[in-house]
């Protein structure tokens, strides 16, 4: 979203209900995927109901707006025994022409910005680097930002530890409008349907 003119709860879920107007979040073609985990039906009892329940989906968006045109945004998330992953990927946008002199059958690896929400909150950045003294040759490096390394674990309250705080004070500035929900559906309506159509694929 756009910067808002202030940090007021309303002032900015306008600029949110902006975003889902405009179109955030159109799946790309082909680009939704969803299965079940090897070993989801062996840990525990599973009623035949949920035997195919999706256990992780994953989704490659486009956002219509000047500032990401061109850029996909990945999504993943996914329930594994034993652990928690919510992770955002958006590829950082890059030229259309690489601007070294590469060798033949060589491409631009693109860079990733890579957001983790949960379990270990981060910001991961790998981007192609020249490698000194070389006419042409790269090498992948990465910068990593963990909140729980520089401030501690318990940094972060947990998710519903917040929002239950914001609830009691009154700060609206985390909870989901309605206007903003039904921009969304109104985006991704014909999506939902073509997905809940298609089989469960197992991973």
């Known amino acids: 979203m756009e910067p808002p003119a202030s940090f007021d709860a309303d002032e900015l879920r306008n600029e949110k209900v902006k975003v889902a107007a405009g179109g955030a979040g159109r799946i790309a073609p082909g680009g939704y995927h969803r299965g079940q985990y090897e070993g989801y039906l062996l840990k525990r009892p599973v009623s035949r109901r949920l035997r195919k329940r999706p256990t992780f989906a994953a989704l490659r968006l486009y956002i219509d707006n000047w500032r990401w045109q061109g850029v996909t945004v990945l999504f993943a998330l996914g329930e594994i025994v034993g652990a928690q992953s919510d992770r955002n990927q958006p590829p950082v946008q890059t030229a259309s022409a690489c601007h070294v002199d590469l060798p033949g059958g060589h491409d631009c690896t693109p860079n990733l910005l890579s957001l983790c929400i949960q379990p270990d909150e981060s910001i991961r950045l790998r981007f192609e680097t020249k490698i000194p003294g070389s006419p042409h040759a790269t090498r992948t490096a990465d910068m990593t930002f963990s909140y729980r ?55």
């Open 149 to 203: 390394e520089v401030f501690g674990k318990n940094a972060i309250p947990e998710a519903y530890e917040l929002l239950l705080m914001d609830a009691l004070q009154g700060n609206a500035s985390l909870f989901t409008r309605n206007d903003e929900i039904r921009s969304r559906l109104a985006h991704c309506g014909s999506h939902h349907r073509r997905m809940v159509q298609r089989p469960t694929r197992r991973r």
